[in-house]
């Protein structure tokens, strides 16, 4: 069995920011992904950050991806890709896949779990038809692979995905014939709202979508307005003309591994659901497991990256590459960019819940 | 033939991606780009319905685009099942809708 120090399950934002943390330190890291390159979803991300000013505001998503992949590089960090890690076991030692083919059995005395979130379906008659896609999808086909799905879009979902993802359709020259929301207002930042309104796209709030009309293909959508118990209106359908549905309906932690792992749970809808209790170093509720990012609860990447490096250190700190005031001077810094991100009405809830899932003596546990 | 490339982009530039090669899909020509996935391939080309599903024969297509769901499975090179979104073009691979699961005996749609 192969072994070595600190295992990284996921090369997002999160997990590079750990293996440039820890190897930083002197750790040895081997920081694995299932995909061809890393990255995660930051390459997708070709619209500016915001948020605090030392922290990557005014940048793009893609260019922080080639920083982390830069600095990944330059501190000595392994990186095993088309790599899929299918278990972790008693030891917290990993089953690997390899290239579709090569089992390999990993050793690491560390783990830290950053394998990002899945996107929510939503399920309506039609919804199987070719063409309805979730945004990520739509994301890594546009901004990636520089491919349209279609030329008439009906987005679902009005959150920072939703709003996000309308916009970059329009820069590659598709169509967003409405943007639906079920809920009675937007439910992402005010800034992209208004980018997408200033290109002409009608924002429907109290609307859904009921069904997805074509033979094969997408070719209409039913839109139905919502009452304030968001019971369908009847009379209220009206029909559009679309070859593309695009569900922005939100993600959930991608929690499986973890859930393996056997580690406590907590529900938290402000985090996108079930994800697993962790304290102020990231620590699961199993010694030497850490997790980060999405999985740790849905928020962005700029505070994944805070979260990754706040696990690396730890982690570092706990093979005796730190000392405990070292360690100390460098959280203290992380976690006060991580407060700085969390602002604004929604990141103020989620620095509360976050501090109390650290250090509120289990307010949220099950 | 309409495309769906997305050639030039305000933020982007020019599109940049592998080298151009031809694959087959049903026994048809399409133009690829070398390395890009087999999906993105197709949609370009304006194909969209990949796979028939094996009880009721529903057409599924690209769901998530980063090999969760497998709605996007086709036939590649003979070999059924495979993931079309997260596998890469190679200059003249063989593409075949596919039918249920793929075996030997459903290949033909
Ligand atoms: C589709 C999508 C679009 C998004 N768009 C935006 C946006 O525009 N702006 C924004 O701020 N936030 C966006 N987000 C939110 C997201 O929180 C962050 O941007 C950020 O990418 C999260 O970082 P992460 O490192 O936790 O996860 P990810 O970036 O998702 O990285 C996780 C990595 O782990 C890999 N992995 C998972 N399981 C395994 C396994 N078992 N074995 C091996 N590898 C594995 C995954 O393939 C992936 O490469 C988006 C999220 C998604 C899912
Ligand atoms: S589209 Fe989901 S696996 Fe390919």
């Known amino acids: 069995m192969r072994e070595t120090e600190f295992a990284i399950v996921g090369a997002g934002p999160a997990g590079l920011s750990a293996a440039i943390e820890a190897a930083r330190a002197g750790v040895q890291v081997t920081l694995i992904d299932e995909n061809e390159k890393p990255g995660g979803q930051l390459f997708k991300q070709i619209h500016k950050f915001f948020g605090s000013k030392e922290h990557y505001a005014g940048v793009r998503g893609i260019d922080i991806g080639y920083q982390l992949l830069d600095e990944v590089e330059k501190c000595g960090a392994e990186v095993m890709l088309n790599s899929v890690v299918w278990g972790i076991f008693e030891n917290l030692d990993l089953g690997i896949i390899q290239n579709g083919k090569r089992n390999l059995h990993l050793q690491p005395k560390k783990v830290l779990l950053a394998t990002g979130a899945v996107e929510n379906a939503l399920a309506f008659p039609g919804w199987t038809l070719a063409g309805v896609m979730g945004a990520g999808a739509i994301q890594t086909l546009v901004n990636v692979h520089r491919v349209l799905p279609g030329k008439r879009i009906l987005m679902v979902g009005s959150g920072n995905v939703g709003l996000i993802v309308s916009y970059q359709l329009l820069q590659a020259g598709a169509e967003v014939v409405a943007l639906v929301e079920a809920a009675p207002r937007i439910g992402g930042y005010a800034v992209h709202a208004s980018k997408v309104a200033r290109r002409g796209v009608p924002i429907l709030v109290s609307t859904t979508v009921k069904e997805a009309l074509g033979k094969e293909t997408v070719e209409q959508a039913v839109l139905v307005s919502l009452d304030e118990n968001w019971k369908p209106i009847p009379g209220s359908e009206r029909t559009l003309d679309v070859d593309v549905i695009c569900l922005a309906c939100g993600l959930s932690p991608l929690a499986e591994l973890a859930w393996m792992a056997g580690v406590d749970f907590t529900y938290i809808p402000q985090f996108g659901g079930w994800m697993p209790l962790h304290n102020e170093n990231m620590e699961t509720t199993r010694s030497g497991l850490y997790i980060a990012g999405d999985l740790a609860g849905i928020e962005e990447a700029s505070t994944a990256i805070e979260e990754g490096r706040l696990a690396g250190v730890a982690a570092a700190e706990s093979l005796g590459y730190l000392s405990p005031a070292a360690a100390e001077e460098q959280k203290t810094v992380i976690r006060k960019r991580l407060n700085q991100l969390r602002e604004g009405p929604f990141g103020e809830a989620r620095k509360e819940i976050k501090e109390q899932l650290a250090f509120g003596g289990g307010k949220w546990r099950y | ?109």
Request: net charge positive; hydrophobic share 40%.
């Open chain 2, 1 to 109: 033939m309409e495309t769906y490339r997305i050639l030039q982009h305000p933020i982007l530039g020019e599109i940049q991606q592998g080298k151009p090669v031809e694959i087959e899909v049903d026994g048809k020509t399409i133009s690829a780009f070398e390395g890009e996935p087999i999906a993105a391939a197709l949609l370009a080309a304006g194909i969209r319905v990949f796979r028939y599903t094996t009880k009721r024969h529903e057409a599924r297509g690209v769901f998530c685009a980063i090999g969760r769901c497998t709605d996007c499975m086709m036939i590649v090179d003979g070999i059924p099942n495979v993931r079309t979104c997260i596998t890469p073009v190679k200059a003249g691979m063989k593409i075949q809708t596919q039918v249920g699961l793929g075996k030997p005996q459903e290949m033909q749609p």
